[in-house]
């Protein structure tokens, strides 16, 4: 989409609404139009988790990537999936333009989006429109390769 903004998902939390969000450094655009953005590396993206306070609705801005730290990556638009009232996980993929290889990442935060836990990476594994959801104690979903459905699963231990 031209804003810079794709969002992976909304959920609520007792006090907090959080949306995961991928996005682009709006300081190196100079110029957006109906069908493009014009700048520098306007179209890498960084994995952001946006609380808002359902009372106040203050903003706070959960980074959780830099691009800019790797040649050739972005990632997609992360997917928070409620574990419980107090834990979130946040998923998303890591992709390098050059190599077209594509990593699962994930971290746990907590119920305001701080993050709990370093982001792990998984290799093999891929989200895309798919619904996730907790499961038998593990985040599962449902994924279509090689023409083929496959269970993928993180446990959450």
């Known amino acids: ?21 991928n996005r682009i450094d709006y300081s190196k655009a100079v110029s957006f139009g109906s ?5 520098k590396d ?31 990556i972005t990632y997609t638009a992360p997917k928070p999936v409620k574990i419980d009232d107090t834990r979130i996980m946040l998923i998303w ?8 290889k594509s990593e699962l990442q994930y971290l746990m935060t907590d119920e305001n989006g701080i993050g709990l836990s370093e982001i792990k990476t998984v290799e ?9 959801t ?12 090689n023409g083929r459905l496959v269970l993928n699963s993180i446990p959450l231990d």
């Open 42 to 72: 306007v179209y890498k993206r960084d994995v952001v988790l946006y609380s808002v306070d359902k009372a106040s609705l203050d903003v706070i801005e959960n980074k959780y990537t830099d691009y800019k730290k790797e040649k050739n």
């Open 35 to 39: 069908f493009y953005i014009k700048g």
């Open 124 to 132: 093999g594994m891929k989200i895309a429109d798919e619904s996730l």
């Open 93 to 100: 993929n890591k992709l390098n333009k050059k190599s077209g």
């Open 134 to 145: 907790v499961y038998n104690n593990k985040v599962v979903w449902s994924e279509y390769r």
């Open 1 to 21: 989409n031209q804003s810079g903004v794709s969002s992976g998902g909304v959920i609520g939390t007792k006090n907090i609404i959080l949306v995961g969000v």
